[in-house]
C-alpha cells in the first residue's frame, strides 16, 4: 500500500489545503502529525468554504478516519469549537492520540508576550512545545484521570502565575475556573482520546491508505528552517514519523510549492519583492493569512531553497499551486544561486546564507493568457509549460500536479 504525504517546501501557506482534499479521495485515514490551531488549511465543499485550524481535512467526509497525531499541540477549547462549528454537517470519525500535547491557557498568554520577535501567530503553540521538550507539559491523555489531572494543574498554574505577575507583570489566572473549563473539556473529549500510533499500526496491516497532512512548511521547521524565525514543531518529513508513532514503509511525500513565495511573520526571504510587484501578487493572490489575516510578504520563487526543501524531504513529485496567479506578467523571475560576497553557489551553502544572500535571478518569458479553462498541460501556453519544465529540471523532481485557479477542479494532474 502507498501512502503519501502532503508537505510545505517552503514558508507554509503553500495551498495544501486543496491537494490535500484531492489526494484524501483515495486515502482512508488523514493524519496531522505536527503544529497546532497555527495552521490555516481552506477546503472548499459543494461551493462552501471550510478553514481548519486543527481538524484534519477529511473530517468532511464521512467514512474516513481522522487522525490528530502525538506531535500536534491541542488547544482543547479550540478543538471543541472547530468540532461544534460542523453540527449538522455529516462528519468522518476523529481521534486524538492520548500523548498529544495541550496548549494550556497560560500558553496563550505567554506567546502573545514573547512571540513578537519572530511574529508567531499567539495560539501558544512554542510555549505548548517548550514545556514538552522540558517535561513540564500535559497530555491530553492526562485528562482521563482528571483528579491527578487538577492537583498537576494546580501546581504548574502556581508556577505560570508567578512569571505572569512577577515577570511580565500582567494578571493571574484562575485556578477554580481553569479546572471547571478542563472538566468540560475532559467529558467531550473522553470518547475521541485513544493510543492513535497502535491504531494506526493496525490500519496499516489491514492495508487502509492512510494522507498525512502537513501544516507550514520545511523553512519554517525548527530544525531545518530559517531559526529562529520557525515555527517549533517539525514540519517536513521527519516529524510525521516522530509525530504518528509508525514507521510507513512507502510513503510518497508531495512537495507543495507555490508558483511564487509567500512568508508571513518575520525572518529572512532572499526574493522578497517590496516593491509594485509584490502587492501585486499579494492582491491577485489573496495573500493575506488564514489564521491571523495578516499581510503576507511576497516574492519571486526560490530554486536554492527549494532544491534544499526537496533535499530534506525527499521529494517524490510536486504540486505547483497558484500558477494562475503569474498570469498576465510580462516577465517571470526565479532565483537560480545565490551570491555571498564574491562567491555564486546554486544551493544553499550554508543556512545563515538565507539572510545574507543576494539572489541571482533567471528571467523567464511571462504568458498573458488565462490559463482556468485547462485541463492538460499541453493546453497551457508554451511559457506557461516552460516555466514549469525549468523547475522540474532545476530541481529533478517532477511536477505532478498543476493549481490553476482556486475551485475543486481547477486542477490539472499529470
Ligand atoms: P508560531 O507557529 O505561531 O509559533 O509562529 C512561528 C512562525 O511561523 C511565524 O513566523 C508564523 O507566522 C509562522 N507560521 C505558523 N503557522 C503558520 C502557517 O500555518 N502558515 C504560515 N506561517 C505560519
Same mark, same amino acid.
Given at each position: 500500500?502507498?501512502? #503519501? %504525504? ?77 468540532? %461544534? ?8 470519525? !476523529?481521534?486524538?492520540?492520548?500523548? %498529544? ?7 496563550? #498568554? ?9 511574529? =508567531? ?26 483528579? =491527578? ?13 508567578? &512569571?505572569?505577575? +512577577? ?6 489566572? +484562575? ?23 497502535? &491504531? &494506526? ?18 523553512? !519554517? ?35 507543495? $510549492?507555490?508558483?511564487? %513565495? ?5 525572518? /529572512?526571504? /532572499? ?32 530554486? #536554492?531553497?527549494?532544491?534544499?526543501? =526537496? ?13 494562475? $496567479? ?6 517571470? +523571475? $526565479? ?6 560576497? +564574491? ?15 543576494? /539572489?541571482?535571478?533567471?528571467? &523567464? /518569458? ?32 517532477? #511536477? ?15
Amino acid at each position: 500500500m502507498e501512502h #503519501v %504525504a502532503v508537505i510545505g517546501s517552503s514558508w507554509g501557506d503553500e495551498g495544501k489545503g486543496k491537494i490535500v482534499d484531492y489526494l484524501c479521495r483515495d486515502s482512508d485515514i488523514i493524519v496531522r502529525y505536527q503544529g497546532g490551531n497555527n495552521a490555516g488549511h481552506t477546503i472548499v465543499v459543494e461551493g462552501r468554504k471550510f478553514v481548519f485550524h486543527l481538524l484534519p481535512s477529511g473530517i468532511l467526509q464521512p467514512g474516513k478516519l481522522n487522525v490528530i497525531g502525538n506531535g500536534v499541540v491541542v488547544d482543547p477549547g479550540l478543538l471543541l469549537e472547530e468540532l %461544534a462549528a460542523l453540527k449538522g454537517e455529516k462528519l468522518g470519525a !476523529l481521534k486524538v492520540s492520548e500523548y %498529544a500535547t495541550m496548549i494550556m491557557p497560560w500558553h496563550r #498568554v505567554l506567546d502573545g508576550i514573547e512571540g513578537g520577535k519572530v511574529g =508567531t501567530t499567539g495560539r501558544g503553540i512554542g510555549p505548548a512545545y517548550e514545556s514538552k521538550i522540558n517535561r513540564l507539559g500535559f497530555k491530553i491523555g492526562e485528562l482521563l484521570d482528571f483528579e =491527578t489531572f487538577s492537583k498537576k494543574l494546580a501546581e504548574r498554574l502556581e508556577e505560570a502565575n508567578w &512569571l505572569l505577575q +512577577n515577570k511580565y507583570k500582567t494578571s493571574q489566572l +484562575n485556578l477554580k475556573e481553569m479546572i471547571e473549563q478542563f472538566r468540560g473539556y475532559a467529558n467531550a473529549l473522553a470518547p475521541m482520546i485513544t493510543n492513535t500510533s497502535l &491504531l &494506526l499500526a493496525k490500519a496499516m496491516r489491514d492495508g487502509k491508505r492512510i494522507m498525512f497532512e502537513g501544516a507550514q512548511g520545511t523553512l !519554517l521547521d525548527v530544525d531545518y528552517g530559517s531559526y529562529p524565525f520557525v515555527t517549533s514543531s517539525n514540519p517536513s518529513i521527519g516529524g510525521l514519523y516522530t509525530g504518528t508513532g509508525i514507521r510507513p514503509r512507502n510513503v510518497k511525500a508531495i512537495g507543495i $510549492v507555490k508558483a511564487y %513565495a509567500t512568508r508571513v511573520g518575520n525572518g /529572512p526571504f /532572499p526574493t522578497e519583492l517590496k516593491e509594485e510587484i509584490g502587492k501585486h501578487l499579494q492582491d491577485k493572490g489573496h495573500e493575506f493569512g488564514a489564521t491571523t489575516g495578516r499581510p503576507r510578504r511576497c516574492g519571486w520563487l526560490d530554486l #536554492v531553497l527549494l532544491k534544499y526543501s =526537496t533535499d530534506v524531504n525527499g521529494f517524490d513529485g510536486f504540486a505547483l499551486t497558484k500558477l494562475d $496567479v503569474l498570469s498576465g506578467l510580462p516577465k517571470v +523571475n $526565479v532565483a537560480v544561486g545565490y551570491k555571498v560576497g +564574491n562567491k555564486t553557489s546554486e544551493n544553499l551553502l550554508s543556512m545563515y546564507d538565507m539572510e545574507r544572500a543576494e /539572489p541571482v535571478f533567471k528571467e &523567464l /518569458p511571462g504568458w498573458s493568457e488565462d490559463i482556468s479553462k485547462c485541463r492538460k498541460f499541453e493546453e497551457l501556453p508554451k511559457n506557461c509549460r516552460d516555466y514549469v519544465t525549468f523547475i522540474e529540471k532545476t530541481t529533478g523532481v517532477p #511536477v505532478k500536479y498543476i493549481g490553476i485557479g482556486p475551485g475543486r477542479e481547477e486542477l490539472i494532474v499529470r
